[in-house]
């Protein structure tokens, strides 16, 4: 949890944003962060559910990509992280690079990729 912490609070520091994409419902999602206190990492509008929306990871991701890039106004480099096949697929397929973290080891490899 801590290095997870660090991560999030390192791609805010580097002007950043936090986006999270799961497979769980909305309400799910957000109580998850609540619990384990990464609210300041994520603000409401930057959570998405691809089970909500029934589309799918990669159309969900793609979704979240394109809005945060309307949001900011320019062109965003962004950096897929999760521990399941779904997410790489869905990165592959929108050519973002993609880092299988199943362990705090493999969140390290996030702040050497930023």
């Not at 890039?69 to 965003?76: M, Y």
């Amino acid at each position: 949890m801590k290095t997870a912490r660090t991560v999030l609070r390192d791609v805010e520091t580097r002007g950043g944003l936090n986006i999270l994409l799961t497979a769980a419902p909305l309400c799910a999602a957000y109580a998850k962060i609540c619990v384990f206190g990464f609210g300041r990492f994520f603000s409401a509008d930057r959570v998405y559910s691809a089970k909500e929306d029934l589309s799918g990871k990669t159309n969900t991701m793609d979704q979240a990509t394109r809005e945060a890039e309307r949001s900011e106004g320019a062109p965003c480099r962004f950096l897929s992280c999760g521990d399941g096949k779904a997410e790489a697929k869905a990165a592959t397929k929108l050519r973002l690079p993609h880092i299988h973290v199943a362990g705090a080891q493999a969140l390290q490899r996030v702040l050497d990729h930023l």
